[in-house]
Structure formats: structure tokens, C-alpha cells
């Protein structure tokens, strides 16, 4: 399957169709059930994409995605891992100097998590004497815990958010089953090993959700509130790493994720993805959002709900991803216009409906159902805008009244940020140069990284 992918890749640059086919060739190719998903979503995208660079890359992604998932060595895997970080710089780049900016953030945040992932590596090795998997030292399991935290965006490497600046099924792409994924991937992969952070895990998924769903709500952006989302999506991952069913949560994650970014595609995509657009509640692209929000919050009976029912604290998780989604669906379909009709409608449809075959449908307990339905109803009465305005106007008032008692005297204020202005001009200049400078560097990083492995491979 790999030599038809780089295949597929090379035929999007001249016949596009044809590209497209040899990738859907892959499917048949694929021996898990995990693979066939990943490769079903990326047709999905595909079939959304405006360019063929874009095309080309979408399948390279498809690419890493597979070897990542078909190590068997540590080697194998960090190549995978790198490919990936590479490959969303590129898909996220373009002419616009804003995406730049937010391209070599997102791969200088890549990198750092690749460093860490290779020093765990070098750990590993130099304790084993082999590349291979078998023994993970405590210390190379924070690193790579910590590695994958980066990579999935986790706080304080709140990324996806600069992400949407791609095309939209590039976004899809990223937030579903590429990049953002392989993290808690890695950690469910090596559960054994990572039990004892299972505290540190709860704790900073556990603020990462807070942060995320703070943001969401305060976001007028579908594909940022989507962003934000993932983020809280991925948090629960990682807490459920050593469950025997986090595969079929990661793939109603995955299938549900995708289908949101595209169904966005459709109907905001001419009002640059903002919220207010008076489309009809009733329509198929209500309802169909409707759904996956649900299935994306694990409202009772939907989606992700089959896997949090029997952890009752899951609720909460529930309760602040509906808080968001609750004002995202609101404020899209608030009115009666018909949403721009698209035959392409049914990709989402299809990844969404598909999600359902992997609910582990079982009967859920009394006391589960009130819990999250509870939650949903308290979310629903909280998520309007006006009581959340609310809120924030309080506690402005309230700090309001701190800043006025404790400020200093205005002459002192002026000298202190003049003082401060010139002490970061330097810093925010080579910040600035950091993020803008060009990407050879980092190339150059990653082929030396690798130029170590295979240096230890023969020494070896």
C-alpha cells in the first residue's frame, strides 16, 4: 500500500481523477479496520480540495499516517512522526504572510515535540542497546507523554487554532486522523507504560478542556469553535488511553470531527466562516449538525456517550463541549433561510452516519442517563449568549474594582512600560524573525535527527 500511495501522490500533480483513484485503491489494501477509517476520511477530504498541491499532500499525510500506524521500531515511528509535522507545515503555508506566521509556529511547537520524542528515543536505546519496542524507562514515558501533548495541541500549545487557517479539508484532515491524532494514539499503543502518569494525564487534560471550552465560547468563528473542540475531544482521549475501547472512541471522534469541518465548508465557506447566518434549523444541514454535535459531546444516546457512560465525572466533559456547541448551533441556524443545496452534502452525511457502527451500544444505567441528561439541560439553559455576558460582565466589574485599588500612581505606570517596551523590542524581534524566517532550518533539523538514528542503527 505504501508504493501506491507515493503513486497517488505523484498522479494528483498531472491527473488529479486518476490520483484520486489509486488512493481509493489503498482501501482494499488496508489490513485493520483502524486503516480503512483513516483512509475513507482522507477520500472524504479529497474530495473537497481545490488544488492539486494540496491533493498531492493530503495523500502524503495519508501516507505518514500509515507508516506511523505500521511501526515496528522506534526508528520507523519518529520518521512517521516528523513526515506528519512537515507535511502540516506545507498544508497550512501559503502566499498570505498571515498563514506563514501560523505555519512556523505550529511546526517550531512539531519540532519541539519531535526533540523530546527523539531524546526519549536515545533513552530508550541507550538503555536497551535496540530500537526496537519493548521496554519504555519512566523517564522516556514523560517525554514522549509530553511530546504528544504538543502534538495534539494540548495547553499551553494551544495550536489548532492557527491550523484553521488552512483550506477547510485540510483542517478536516489534521483535526481528524493526521498529526493532531498520533499522540494519544502513541500513549493507548503503550498504555502498560504510562499508568503511573495517569494523575499528570487527568490533571492536565482536565485544564485543557476548561481552557479550550473558555475559548470556544468566546470565539465568533465556526472553524475556531471547531478547533477549539478538538482540543477537548483529544483531552478525553488521552484520559480514556487505557481503555479497551479507545479505538472505537478515537474513530467516532474521527468520523464525526471530519464531517463537521467539511458540512462547515458548505454552508459558511462565502461568509468566511462566521457565526449569525439565519439558516434554518430544520434544514438538512441542521440537523445534520445537530447530530454531530451530540455525537462529538457525548449527549446521551449519541456518539461519544456509549464510552462515557459508565465514568459519571465524563459528564462534565459533556456539559462544557455542549456549553459551545449549544451557542455555535444557535447562532448558525437561528432563522429560515435555505443553506446554499450541494450534492457534496453527502460526504459529511456518510462520515457521520458511519460513525454509528462503531457505538458500543450497550443498555446504559438509570443513574447515567439522568447524570448526562442533566448535564445537557444545564448546558442548554447556560449556553445562551446573554447569560454568559452575564457572567463576564461581573466578574469585570468585580476585577474592576482590584486594578483601581492597586494600580500604581500614573507617572510610575508610564516610566514601568517604557521600561518594559525596551527590554522585550529585542525579544519580540527575534520572535518574530523565528516565525518568519525560512523553513530550510527546520528541514535541516529533522534530516539530521534522522541521519542520528540510522547512525545508531549501524553502530548497533
Known sequence: MIIELLVS??????LPLLGFLTAGYSLLLASTILEKTIIFITLATLSFTRT????????????????FLRANDWIYLYFAWELMSVLAYLLINSSNAFNKKSARKIFILNRISGLLLLTAIGIIYSISGSFEFSIIPPTSALLILIAGMIKSSQFPFLWLKDAVRAPTPVSALIHSVTAVAVGPLLISRFSSHFLFLSGLISVWTTLSIIIATILAISSNNQKEVLAYSTIVNLGFLYAFFNSENFIFAFLIHALTKAAYFLLVELYSRDTNYALNL????????????LFLMFSLSGAPLFG??????????????????LLYFFKLFSNTFSGNMTPPRNWKILVPLGLGLSSIGFYPISIPQAESLVI???????????????????????LSKSTEWVFVEVSPPEEYLENWASGVEKRTKKLSQGINYIFTKDIRGDVSYIAVSLAALALGVIIR
Open 278 to 289: 439565519g439558516f434554518n434549523p430544520r434544514s438538512l444541514e441542521g440537523i445534520l449538525s
Open 9 to 14: 501522490s505523484i498522479l494528483y500533480q498531472v
Open 52 to 67: 492539486k498541491k494540496n491533493g498531492s499532500l493530503i495523500v502524503l499525510s495519508l501516507l505518514g499516517m500509515i507508516l
Open 372 to 394: 448526562f441528561f442533566g448535564a445537557a439541560l444545564l448546558a442548554y439553559k447556560l449556553f445562551d449568549s446573554k447569560s454568559l455576558n452575564n457572567i463576564s460582565e461581573k
Open 304 to 321: 461519544l456517550y456509549w464510552l462515557k457512560m459508565q465514568n459519571f465525572s465524563s459528564a462534565i466533559i459533556t456539559f462544557f463541549s
